[in-house]
Nanobody
Framework: QVQLVESGGGLVQAGGSLRLSCAASGRTFGHYGIGWFRQTPGKEREFVSAISWDGRNTYYANFVKGRSTISRDNAKSTVYLQMNSLKPEDTDVYYC?????????????????WGQGTLVTVSS
């Protein structure tokens, strides 16, 4: 089992920045790719970004490319998503997911384990 806890969400003005964290406990964190998704109730979940188990490969949805950076610190069992130039349409609940296959995360939107989410609200 892997437990994931997101943090770092909050209220920010448009153009501002937030750094989301996904902290893991349980099995060896370094074996898992980690992805970030976002979802508004009643809408489909959207892939945001993902990082491979070793941090060598990173992936971004077009709508965050160029203004977000995903990184990981395996010693701290934590993945970070730095989001800059935030827009009101970025308002959502952001979830992280863990899977041994990063491809499953970014292509299928699947994950073996999921966190409870952190709310990001961007005001105009």
């Amino acid at each position: 089992q892997v437990q994931l806890v997101e943090s770092g969400g909050g209220l920010v003005q448009a153009g501002g920045s937030l750094r989301l964290s996904c902290a893991a406990s349980g099995r060896t964190f370094g074996h898992y790719g980690i992805g970030w998704f976002r979802q508004t109730p009643g809408k489909e979940r959207e892939f945001v970004s993902a990082i491979s188990w070793d941090g060598r490969n990173t992936y971004y949805a077009n709508f965050v490319k160029g203004r977000s950076t995903i990184s990981r610190d395996n010693a701290k069992s934590t993945v970070y998503l730095q989001m800059n130039s935030l827009k009101p349409e970025d308002t959502d609940v952001y979830y992280c997911a863990a899977d041994t296959a990063t491809t499953r995360i970014r292509v299928r939107g699947q994950g073996d384990y999921w966190g409870q989410g952190t709310l990001v609200t961007v005001s105009s």
